[in-house]
């Protein structure tokens, strides 16, 4: 599907997990046709965070709805979506407006949404969808909300740009989604989510998903949403139990670069995003990784959109080995065979290391998230550590052991980050300093 032209829903990859819970798609009380494509896509059985929400979506009520990365929370609010369009059709007019609303923080995580919306809709050729986001041409857009239209999932700024040039009309919103508000509100689109809202229709039903539900995201629910209905399925201090963490320590830039290196041709990499802090560091260190041999690619804010978009399917389609990127790309790319996440500039927020290493350990799958510090660092780990509850155990690679050694403090009440089964939670890591084989697609 053109990102930004509306088209018959049908086509794309799941993004649902494969974790199971008790009940089955058809027991959620959803449309028979929606079942029969999550079941072509490979799945029956629910997440327990899409257990939990479809019903409680299908009757109608406001919910706030906090749940872990890779939980499955997309496809969550996409088929009670699908289900209103199917079992209360309303033929589409030109220029009209959708009937579903959805605002997603990044561009990536909007065309991630629309994916999911086109994969689990593929049953429902009638149902009409676009995108709208920021780095697509204007005209490309403008004809996308002219067009009979159903379900539209876009970024706020750019939206909003729409609004008020008059250029699209939210009086037939009957369904706003707001995915991810706690990242959208770090963002700063708390006014630009208030003035959308305000647009559309005081009747229509409200669901908000985000990491948690305290804070701002509470300020804002309040203001937003009515008599909602709260689900905690999962808080930060209980996820990723299938990614083993590990901290190394390094002196400098060039230790950390010596150490990220040696990693990287391990063989058990199937692909690994690397995390940088700024957008010249993740252009530099694509390049050097480039020359080392690695196929591999950069992924940033200051990209034209459709670069972006030919990076994410190459790492979709297993050409990209690597993929260096900053927090643009912590939410929103689902893929499964991410096996490795390195971090090696550290989030500005402990919540963003969150996000940053559910890119693996996915579908049930499992997966290692290593991070790099440097001395000047240690605050910052501390409260990763004091976040997340759990103590990042600290591995050494032999021949590489560096001259800073901080203090081993861990954050009272912490625990050892969990280690992939059949591991010792906690265990530090030792390498041998021994060249490993290239790692394949290198």
Avoid at 200 to 207: I, K, S
């Amino acid at each position: 599907m053109n990102e930004s032209s509306p088209a018959a829903i049908g086509g794309a990859q799941p993004s649902l997990s494969a974790e199971t819970t008790g009940d089955t798609f058809q027991a959620l009380g959803l449309h028979d046709a929606l079942p029969r494509a999550v079941a072509a896509a490979g799945y029956t059985k629910p997440t327990p965070v899409q257990a939990a929400t479809i019903p409680a979506a299908l009757a109608g009520g406001d919910l706030m709805v906090a749940s872990a990365t890779g939980s499955g929370k997309t496809a969550a609010f996409v088929l009670p979506a699908l289900n209103r369009l199917l079992t209360r059709p309303v033929k589409p007019m030109p220029g009209g407006g959708p009937r579903i609303l959805v605002l997603c923080p990044t561009r990536e995580l909007a065309l991630q949404v629309a994916r999911a919306a086109e994969n689990y809709g593929r049953t429902c050729a009638c149902v009409r969808l676009a995108t709208v986001v920021g780095g697509v041409p204007y005209p490309a857009q403008l004809r996308a909300v002219r067009a009979p239209l159903d379900m539209l999932v876009a970024t706020p700024g750019r939206l909003l740009d729409l609004l008020r040039g008059g250029r699209i009309s939210l009086s037939r919103v009957e369904m706003l989604v707001l995915d991810e508000a706690d990242r959208m509100l770090d963002m700063g689109f708390i006014e630009d989510i208030e003035a959308i809202a305000a647009a559309t229709p005081f009747a229509r039903q409200t669901l908000l998903f985000s990491a948690t539900l305290g804070g701002d995201v509470a300020r804002l629910a309040g203001n937003l949403l009515r008599e909602p209905r709260r689900l905690e399925i999962a808080s930060h201090q209980k996820r990723h139990a299938d990614i083993e963490q590990r901290l190394h320590w390094a002196d400098n830039r060039g230790h950390k670069d010596k150490m990220l290196y040696f990693l990287l041709r391990d063989v058990a990499i199937d692909q690994a995003i690397v995390f940088t802090a700024t957008q010249i560091d993740a252009e530099r260190l694509a390049l050097r990784l480039a020359e080392e041999g690695h196929a591999v690619a950069a992924l940033h804010g200051g990209m034209p959109q459709s670069q972006r978009n030919r990076t994410l399917n190459g790492l979709r389609r297993g050409q990209l080995r690597v993929l260096v990127a900053t927090d643009v790309a912590a939410r929103g790319i689902d893929v499964p065979t991410i096996t490795h996440v390195f971090n090696y500039g550290l989030p500005l927020t402990a919540e963003e290391y969150v996000h940053r290493i559910g890119r693996t350990g996915r579908a049930g799958r499992s997966g290692l998230a290593v991070t790099f510090a440097e001395p000047d660092d240690v605050r910052k780990i501390r409260a990763i550590e004091r976040f997340t509850t759990q103590r990042l155990p600290v591995a050494v690679i032999e021949g590489m052991e560096g001259r800073f050694k901080p203090e081993a403090q861990a954050p009272r009440g912490a625990r050892p980050a969990g280690a992939r089964r059949g591991g010792r939670p906690g265990d530090a890591r030792t390498h041998r300093h021994e060249q490993p084989p290239r790692a394949r697609r290198a």
